[in-house]
């Protein structure tokens, strides 16, 4: 089992930068791809960025591509989603997940936090 928890989020305004972690307890991190997924209201969750156990393959929704940056750190069982020039319509609940296999862009991972609330005010 791997427990995530999310945190970082909050209300935030357009233009703004936000630093998402999600802190992973359990099954040893380091063997696990990590995915930040997103859910808006009224709408379905969607892939927002993931990356490899090494750390070194990243891979973004297009959407993001250029202001969200994602990365691990396996020594203290995180990995981040940094995010710049928010806009409004990034507001959703963000969520972290851990796959066994590589990293994703559907929601086949073995594993989900309880998400984040990010909220941006135009």
């Known amino acids: 089992q791997v427990q995530l928890v999310e945190s970082g989020g909050g209300l935030v305004q357009a233009g703004g930068s936000l630093t998402l972690s999600c802190t992973a307890s359990?099954?040893?991190?380091?063997?696990?791809?990590m995915g930040w997924f997103r859910q808006a209201p009224g709408k379905e969750r969607e892939f927002v960025a993931a990356?490899?156990?090494?750390?070194?393959?990243?891979y973004y929704a297009d959407s993001v591509k250029g202001r969200f940056t994602i990365s691990r750190d396996n020594a203290k069982n995180t990995v981040s989603l940094q995010i710049n020039a928010l806009k409004p319509e990034d507001t959703a609940v963000y969520y972290c997940?851990?796959?066994?296999?590589?990293?994703?862009?559907?929601?086949?991972?073995?594993?989900w936090g309880q998400g984040t609330q990010v909220t941006v005010s135009s």
């Open positions: 359990g099954r040893t991190f380091s063997r696990y791809a």
């Open positions: 997940a851990a796959t066994s296999q590589g990293p994703r862009e559907t929601s086949e991972y073995d594993y």
């Open positions: 990356i490899a156990w090494t750390g070194f393959s990243k």
